[in-house]
């Protein structure tokens, strides 16, 4: 799992690229752990790159936004195919979790 970080004022985007799966859930443990510490509370997670996602890597966004929240902050994700969508919905994780099209919508929504 590859994971870039860029900030658009007080806005933080993570971009993803790869599998979030079990063993590769580090990077974005240590991306939201870096991100709180500086007080970067307003997140986006991009995943376009992403192409295989389970549930252990459901669970890292799940605990992301919950820290985020806790912090007082919103976390979203944006372009997310088909097959992650479906797993959101079975977990539940769809109906409180913002999901745009694209970075832009992300950006005025934030």
């Known amino acids: ?3 870039k970080k860029k900030h658009v004022d007080d806005i933080s985007i993570i971009e993803l690229d790869g599998m979030l799966t079990l063993g590769s859930e580090t990077p974005l443990e240590e991306a939201f752990k870096e991100l709180h510490d500086l007080g970067r509370i307003k997140i986006i997670i991009d ?3 992403v192409k295989y996602i389970d549930s ?3 669970g890292q966004i799940a605990a992301g936004m919950k820290r985020v929240r806790d912090a007082g902050g919103e976390l979203v994700l944006v372009r ?4 992650i969508i479906s797993l ?3 977990t539940g994780l769809k109906s409180i979790l913002p999901i745009f099209n694209s970075v832009e919508e992300a950006l ?3």
């Open 56 to 58: 252990m890597g459901v």
């Open 1 to 3: 799992m590859i994971v």
């Open 80 to 83: 997310v195919n088909d097959r």
């Open 108 to 110: 005025k929504a934030l």
């Open 47 to 49: 995943l376009l790159k």
């Open 88 to 90: 959101l919905e079975m």
